[in-house]
């Protein structure tokens, strides 16, 4: 089966623009989580989305946000960029919560 | 705040067995998973305790208990490419998902 699918993979923008990441889950995994992972921080938890709903929200501030759609595929936004944002974005998709997560190959972003 | 413990780096001889533990500060979650990450890969499910005991997936086990604020990851017969890092993760109760810091696994011939 298809894995979890993250465009794009590699992505420049400056200070102060705004990003847009996708992810598209593994078929009929409805739970779509998003996590920064930088060396310091190791995976952070940004929110997590099911049926379209967000069910949760890490601390992060409001410049970051999310949607799910009806097909279970799943965006993050990132608006006004900081050099601090610079790190890779991963989506997990589930189906159950013992069931695992799992991981796309993530987006690399970079703020210069 | 919630937080999950887990030493930074641990190094072990191939064929050996090794064990990572994670040590949370959070009361009540919904059970421990525990990830694999390679350099340059995304981190990969491995396992998940919903209960106390130990869970045996082929050469990986992982054990949980709740008493003690405790659970470890048990690596037996070592190979080489279980050279990676390893994460543990927790749903705490307010429903986030909390990751360790990771703990690097070097092996050695």
């Known amino acids: 089966k298809a894995g979890v699918t993250q465009t794009p993979r590699y992505l420049i923008k400056t200070r102060g623009q705004q990003v847009t990441l996708s992810c598209s889950p593994i078929?009929?995994?409805?739970?779509v989580s998003w996590y920064q992972q930088t060396p310091g921080q190791g995976l952070q938890f940004l929110f997590e989305?099911?049926?379209?709903?967000?069910?949760n929200k890490g601390n992060f501030p409001g410049r970051f946000s999310g949607r799910q759609f009806s097909n279970s595929r799943s965006e993050m936004n990132v608006s006004t960029l900081e050099l601090g944002d610079s790190a890779l974005y991963l989506c997990?998709?589930?189906?159950?919560?013992?069931?695992?997560?799992?991981f796309g190959s993530g987006t690399r972003l970079t703020v210069v | 705040g919630q937080s999950l413990e887990q030493p930074s780096e641990v190094t072990a001889v191939e064929g050996a067995i090794v064990q990572i533990n994670c040590t949370y500060q959070?009361?009540?979650?919904?059970?421990l998973s525990w990830y694999q990450q390679h350099d340059g890969g995304a981190p990969t499910f491995l396992s998940y305790?919903?209960?106390?005991g130990l869970e045996e997936t082929g050469r990986f086990s992982s054990f949980l208990s709740r008493s003690d604020s405790y659970g470890y990851l048990l690596l037996q017969e070592l190979q080489m490419k279980d050279s990676a890092s390893y994460f543990c993760?927790?749903?705490?109760?307010?429903?986030?998902?909390?990751f360790g810091k990771g703990t690097r696994l070097h092996i050695l011939p």
């Open positions: 993760a927790v749903r705490d109760p307010d429903d986030k998902i909390i």
């Open positions: 959070t009361s009540g979650f919904y059970g």
């Open positions: 997990a998709s589930s189906l159950a919560e013992g069931d695992g997560y799992t």
């Open positions: 305790n919903a209960l106390d």
């Open positions: 078929s009929g995994h409805r739970s």
């Open positions: 989305y099911f049926s379209e709903t967000q069910r």
